[in-house]
């Protein structure tokens, strides 16, 4: 079986780095990862798991709106985010309040998610593009961010 594409394999084979005793598997390349960076974007899939547990709880007692929950997905939106540099630009969806946290969430955050509109004023300071609820609707203005900033000779990139 080919290795280009997770996609070519069947449903049911897993992908695995790590034996049960969480030692690497042969063939299988350490990532060039420091124990202090590791530890950081442990504590941002904990604190992203903590804002989506927290946020639920808070929607099904009627005292936030709708909801999207991450579960499941904190790990590839923190290390996604983690890989990005200062000037590089997260656009997000509806899901990825991971990647969020991962730039550095501020408690005004969750203001948004509460039906107040300054809950995003903090972002591009940080360099994340307002909420996008559609889906896909993000990929097109990162494209446009993109070629714009090609444009203008910048070396930026536009994560979405």
Request: net charge negative; with cysteine.
């Amino acid at each position: 079986m080919s290795e280009r594409s997770l996609l070519s394999r069947p449903p049911d084979d897993r992908v695995q780095f790590l034996d049960d005793d969480g030692h690497l598997l042969d063939g299988v390349t350490e990532p060039d990862l420091g124990d202090r960076e590791l530890v950081t974007m442990y504590e941002r899939m904990v604190l992203s798991r903590h804002l989506d547990e927290r946020a639920i709880s808070l929607q099904r007692q009627g005292r936030m709106g709708t909801y999207p929950s991450l579960a499941g997905q904190e790990a590839a939106q923190v290390a996604s985010a983690q890989a990005m540099a200062h000037d590089d630009w997260l656009l997000y969806q509806y899901r990825e309040h991971g990647s969020v946290a991962a730039r550095g969430l501020a408690p005004e955050y969750l203001l948004y998610w509460m039906g107040h509109e300054i809950g995003n004023e903090w972002l591009a300071d940080r360099h994340v593009f307002p909420l996008n609820i559609s889906i896909a609707g993000h990929i097109p203005h990162a494209t446009g961010m993109a070629w714009a900033s090609k444009l203008q000779d910048e070396s930026r990139t536009f994560v979405c």
